[in-house]
């Protein structure tokens, strides 16, 4: 579905030559490979601080206690994310909230945002966590203004949008800090686990420097209880060599998009990503929702075409979390999307013909 492989081959040499690089240096671990590639990602992003971390909730988790935000506080987020989005709120130490998305974007409903901040009579809310979701961004300019009103503080979840914007400005660049993955499947992917927390504040930066390697200012000396939590030499290396090709990759996904889009808007009974007029989405996935009941049947006859389902149960319905997470009001639109979305393969490897091929077979189920 996904297909780290690709970009391997696409990078062959480079790669090979950044791990023998690594290798022959002889440091492992924050040396200098993940000093340049946080200064790379840093400048590329348009912010002044990039931290590499172990993998994205890390990078969440780490971003939450740097701005102290811990026990006895409630932080917002939605339910149709990674687990991780939720897990790492709660390795915090603090209580997540879970409010519906919009829907059409499927991002954090700004109208809901506002209406649970307006009933936090007690002032628990401390943060918001929009969720950039499939490479879409969340209305960023709205959700920034009702979080300042409210005095919360907003971390992005950027595990999904790698380079995406709203009106020119990069996602991670709005909020307190911004979290990123480099899990081998998201648009900037490492070989292993990576992540990143970026910000513009220079006090956060720092904390965020000692919280990742146990608290240390100087070697051996915690100057704060902190975490294990680093990007590794190799890692960095590799995402060196990956960056320079991230908008090149970014825009091949928005032309598979646009494939898409033209051979399927015909189609009745189906129903396609429609990103905000100012927004660029960087389709980490493509999805398009199904009349509800057909999702199956739509599967089937695609036979060998690899589809998806991000996410099949919303955080609030699975085991671990049901009865346990707080939820603001219903989830009415998360829980619908669920039941009725389907991920098309989108690799900036695939060819016109494969993804001409994909929108047939899916046309010729539709009828
Ligand atoms: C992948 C992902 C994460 C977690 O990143 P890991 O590197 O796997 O820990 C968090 N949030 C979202 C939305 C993700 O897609």
Redesign the pocket.
């Known amino acids: 579905f996904a297909d780290p492989r690709a970009d391997y081959r696409a990078h062959q040499t480079e790669i090979d030559a950044a791990i023998a690089r690594v290798l022959t240096r002889n440091r492992y671990i924050l040396g200098p490979e993940v000093a340049a590639f946080e200064n790379e990602w840093a400048a590329y992003l348009g912010v002044a601080y990039a931290i590499g971390v172990g993998?994205?909730?890390d990078a969440?988790e780490l971003a939450l206690r740097a701005l102290r935000i811990g026990a006895g506080e409630v932080v917002v987020t939605t339910s149709n994310?990674?687990v991780?989005?939720v897990a790492a709120i709660e390795l915090a130490g603090a209580t997540p909230l879970l409010v519906d998305v919009d829907e059409e974007t499927l991002t954090m409903s700004p109208a809901l945002l506002r209406e649970a901040l307006a009933q936090d009579r007690e002032r628990k809310i401390k943060a918001v966590i929009p969720?950039h979701?499939y490479g879409q961004p969340a209305d960023m300019p709205t959700l920034m203004a009702l979080a300042a009103e409210h005095g919360a503080r907003v971390i992005e979840?950027c595990?999904?949008a790698h380079g995406a914007a709203v009106g020119g400005r990069k996602v991670g660049t709005f909020g307190d800090a911004a979290a990123f993955?480099f899990?081998p499947t998201?648009n900037l992917g490492a070989i292993g686990?990576g992540?990143a927390v970026v910000t513009n504040d220079h006090l956060l930066g720092n904390v965020l420097r000692l919280l990742r390697s146990y608290g240390w200012g100087e070697r051996y000396i915690s100057e704060e209880p902190g975490m294990n939590t680093r990007l590794d030499e190799l890692q960095a290396a590799i995402l060196r060599v990956k960056l320079p090709h991230l908008d090149a990759a970014n825009e091949r996904r928005r032309e598979i998009a646009r494939q898409y889009d033209d051979s399927l808007g015909k189609l009745a009974r189906l129903r396609l990503p429609k990103p905000a007029p100012e927004a660029r989405h960087v389709y980490h996935q493509y999805v398009i929702r199904v009349r509800e009941g057909s999702r199956d049947d739509l599967r089937t006859q695609l036979g060998e075409i690899p589809t998806a389902v991000l996410y099949p149960l919303p955080i609030h319905l699975q085991p671990a979390y049901k009865n346990r997470v707080a939820i603001f009001d219903q989830l009415p639109v998360t829980e619908a999307a669920a039941q009725t979305l389907l991920c098309l393969p989108i690799h900036p490897s695939m060819t016109d013909a494969e993804v001409a091929r994909v929108a047939a077979a899916i046309a010729h189920w539709h009828g």
């Open positions: 993998n994205g909730t969440l994310t990674a991780a989005t969720v979701l979840d595990a999904q993955s899990y998201k686990d992540g």
